[in-house]
């Protein structure tokens, strides 16, 4: 059981949206603590509330009420510089999409957020070189996305992540345009950075992904319904 101060804590996390005269309530009363190395699936239904949840642990939104904590800090009190840098240097995003960069190499996509933080060029490109051989791709460096594979691309796209070195991992739907073999591959991918200490937030709605998480946490209609432990992921 992990102790200690948690990476994530939600307390009375609700978000509410203004749709013309009606009020759509997205999350309603989110408790909810994550510790580091926590490997975690956020699943459910479209409408259940799990993107918004993404967009708030994320920092690309804010709740209506109730407080987020990300390293013991209000993420109420950053300023939209803060909340900027955050992004950047705390969480590292993975997209069902992808989004890389069309004209750039495998490697020139992974160097991106470093170029945001001010990393000298040498150096960005020695961590990119270390994040692609990472995801097992060090041979694959200098090709566009339009020569790699979908399963290759989304590889790219972790080694992006990873290249921050963040906090958190944060995948939304990260194998939904894959096939199933190519989205087993991904999600081993997933179970070897946990295995090596990364905290991993899966936002699914696909009860074969979330089985690969440590824990679960189902939302219905904005509610925490269940959070339970994955006996056979937790690691003695």
């Given at each position: 059981m992990s102790t200690g101060e948690p990476l994530i804590r939600l307390e009375g996390i609700a978000k509410h949206y203004q749709m013309g005269s009606e009020t759509i309530t997205a999350l309603n009363g989110i408790d909810l603590s994550i510790h580091r190395n926590d490997y975690i699936a956020f699943i459910g239904s479209s409408g259940s509330g799990k993107s918004t949840m993404m967009n708030?642990?994320?920092c690309l939104d804010i709740p209506t009420l109730g407080k987020y904590f990300l390293n013991g800090r209000d993420v109420a009190g950053m300023s939209e510089s803060d909340l900027a840098r955050t992004r950047n240097e705390e969480i590292g995003f993975i997209f069902?999409?992808?989004?890389?960069l069309t004209r750039a190499t495998a490697l020139q996509n992974v160097m991106q957020p470093l170029?945001?933080?001010g990393v000298r060029p040498g150096e960005r490109a020695r961590r990119a070189r270390e994040a692609l051989a990472r995801v097992g791709l060090e041979n694959r460096q200098d090709h566009l996305p339009n020569q790699l594979s979908g399963g290759q691309r989304q590889r790219v796209a972790i080694a992006r992540a990873l290249c921050s070195e963040p906090s958190i991992l944060l995948a939304d739907e990260p194998t939904?345009?894959?096939d199933s073999t190519t989205a087993d591959d991904i999600m081993a991918l997933f179970d070897t950075l946990h295995a090596e200490g990364q905290t991993l937030i899966v936002v699914t709605h696909e009860p074969d992904i979330a089985a690969h998480c440590r824990r679960s946490v189902r939302l219905h209609d904005g509610r925490v319904q269940s959070d339970v432990i994955n006996p056979e992921r937790v690691r003695v």
């Amino acid at each position: 059981m992990s102790t200690g101060e948690p990476l994530i804590r939600l307390e009375g996390i609700a978000k509410h949206y203004q749709m013309g005269s009606e009020t759509i309530t997205a999350l309603n009363g989110i408790d909810l603590s994550i510790h580091r190395n926590d490997y975690i699936a956020f699943i459910g239904s479209s409408g259940s509330g799990k993107s918004t949840m993404m967009n708030i642990v994320g920092c690309l939104d804010i709740p209506t009420l109730g407080k987020y904590f990300l390293n013991g800090r209000d993420v109420a009190g950053m300023s939209e510089s803060d909340l900027a840098r955050t992004r950047n240097e705390e969480i590292g995003f993975i997209f069902q999409s992808f989004n890389l960069l069309t004209r750039a190499t495998a490697l020139q996509n992974v160097m991106q957020p470093l170029i945001y933080r001010g990393v000298r060029p040498g150096e960005r490109a020695r961590r990119a070189r270390e994040a692609l051989a990472r995801v097992g791709l060090e041979n694959r460096q200098d090709h566009l996305p339009n020569q790699l594979s979908g399963g290759q691309r989304q590889r790219v796209a972790i080694a992006r992540a990873l290249c921050s070195e963040p906090s958190i991992l944060l995948a939304d739907e990260p194998t939904g345009n894959l096939d199933s073999t190519t989205a087993d591959d991904i999600m081993a991918l997933f179970d070897t950075l946990h295995a090596e200490g990364q905290t991993l937030i899966v936002v699914t709605h696909e009860p074969d992904i979330a089985a690969h998480c440590r824990r679960s946490v189902r939302l219905h209609d904005g509610r925490v319904q269940s959070d339970v432990i994955n006996p056979e992921r937790v690691r003695v």
